[in-house]
């Protein structure tokens, strides 16, 4: 439960000095400064939203093998030509870890976050839960997941403001891979939301003015992490199946 009031939101100087020096440390250069990653946070300001609840951690493997057993929606897969499309730095070649096989998650992973798939797959489970249950479920929107994340005070990571990568699924201490989800209760929000660092990055509601959608949270191959940091944010196609891109739901409480 995310009660309703008042959150801070965005970065202030001294909040996005800090990531980009966490990401020359980790990274042994300084590409994301360079290139003004966090400038368009915006500045640290209060906004306000009326209570909502949020799921605890991404959906899983496990929850989204429900699903498609229930409404026959497609199995979440990428093929080589599309993958290639993307132009990403991840070969094809480890995105075979995550495919589907005959319906059924990769064997091990049931627990692990669900991903290759879109904001489009993501909302079609939210149809799908919100009629099972008889409640409004949705994705969030960028600013009801940062406040779900690190909470009404503005703190720079879930836990608090000093960086700690023993809290949270990145590159600088993680296997390189998703985990199951909850490992990493140190790194709870004062919410109890857990894997809102690292882990993979989350679809959001939110588009931006080029069409692309807004994802949060930092993903398991982010060193730093500057990028792991509840203001930070970036844009994906919505229509991407990404091995770093999952979601979790909102549930509405006015109806």
Known sequence: MVPAGSFFVGSDRRERELAYRLDAAG?????????????GEGDKRRESLPAFAIMATPVTNRDYARFIAQTGHPAPAVDAVTWNSYGLIHPYARTRRFAWRNRHPPAGRADHPVVLVSQADAQAFARWL?????????????????????????????????WDPGRLNS??????????????????????????????????????????????????????????RPAAGHGRPAAI?????????????NG
């Open 27 to 39: 990274y042994g250069h300084s590409l994301t400064r360079r290139q003004g990653w966090y400038e």
């Open 130 to 162: 919100s009629r099972k249950t008889g409640q409004r479920w949705r994705l969030p929107s960028a600013l009801e997941w940062e406040k779900a994340v690190r909470g009404p005070d503005g703190r720079i990571f879930p836990w608090g403001n000093s």
């Open 171 to 228: 590159s600088d201490q993680g296997p390189f891979d998703t985990q199951p989800v909850g490992r990493y209760p140190g790194g709870a929000g004062p919410h109890g939301l857990l894997d809102g660092a690292g882990q993979v990055y989350e679809w959001t509601a939110s588009a931006q003015r080029n069409g692309r959608v807004v994802v949060k949270g930092g993903a398991w191959d982010d060193k730093g992490c500057g990028v792991c």
């Open 241 to 253: 199946k990404h091995i770093l891109i999952g979601f979790r739901l909102l549930r509405e409480l």
